[in-house]
């Protein structure tokens, strides 16, 4: 049995990974903020933003173990 297609999840997943890739800050280091540019911090959030997100999908949205159940009545 599929999953059944969740398009907010791939929407989330989508907005994040835009702002994961710092090039609508290309050719600039400023503004800084605590002595970082600004870029990074961004696509660093963004990362832990989309890991956190990924784990939260795996453990709470993924019916992996019912797959599997189902799996195994059919041997």
Same mark, same amino acid.
């Given at each position: 049995m599929r999953e059944p297609l969740q398009a907010w999840i791939w929407?989330?997943?989508g907005v994040l990974l835009?702002?994961?890739?710092?090039?609508? &800050?290309? *050719?600039?280091y400023e503004p800084l903020v605590f002595g970082l540019p600004l870029w990074f911090l961004v696509c660093l959030a963004a990362c832990g933003l989309l890991v956190? &997100?990924? *784990?939260y999908v795996i453990l709470r949205r993924w019916r992996l173990a019912d797959a599997?159940?189902?799996g195994e009545d059919d041997a």
């Open positions: 929407i989330i997943v835009f702002f994961s890739v710092p090039y609508f &800050f290309a *050719g600039t956190a &997100f990924t *784990g599997v159940l189902e």
